[in-house]
């Protein structure tokens, strides 16, 4: 079972970002994907969520309205789209696959930096 998740780097405030994660050995279509965030010196963060089935999404308060969450199940792959971002999104980031609150498996990260 492996997550890859890519697509982090160096932006700007009020820059967008997207991140994938890429999942492969497990049944993608029938687990709920997250992604979780930490930043230095903090605790892991729940940034958002996508079932499976419908799709239901759910957000963390502090990024409700600026992160999306999509599948594409065709694909095995999560993305979180990352509009408006803040110096405050600066984290690690963190795909993870399986039910909430402790979801099974976990990817390797990314790193996100935000300056202003």
């Known amino acids: 079972v492996q997550l890859q998740a890519s697509g982090g780097g160096l932006v700007l405030a009020g820059d967008s970002l997207r991140l994938s994660c890429a999942a492969s050995?497990?049944?993608?279509?029938?687990?709920?994907m997250s992604w979780f965030r930490q930043a230095p010196g903090k605790e892991r963060e729940f940034v958002a969520s996508?079932?499976?089935?419908?799709?239901?999404?759910n957000y963390g308060d502090s990024v409700k309205g600026r992160f999306t969450i999509i599948r594409d199940n065709a694909k095995n792959t999560v993305y979180l789209q990352m509009n408006d971002l803040k110096p405050e999104d600066t984290a690690v980031y963190y795909c993870?696959?399986?039910?909430?609150?402790?979801?099974?498996?976990w990817g390797q990260g990314t790193q996100v930096t935000v300056s202003s």
């Open positions: 993870a696959a399986g039910a909430l609150p402790s979801p099974v498996k």
């Open positions: 050995g497990l049944t993608f279509n029938t687990l709920t």
């Open positions: 996508i079932a499976w089935g419908r799709g239901r999404t």
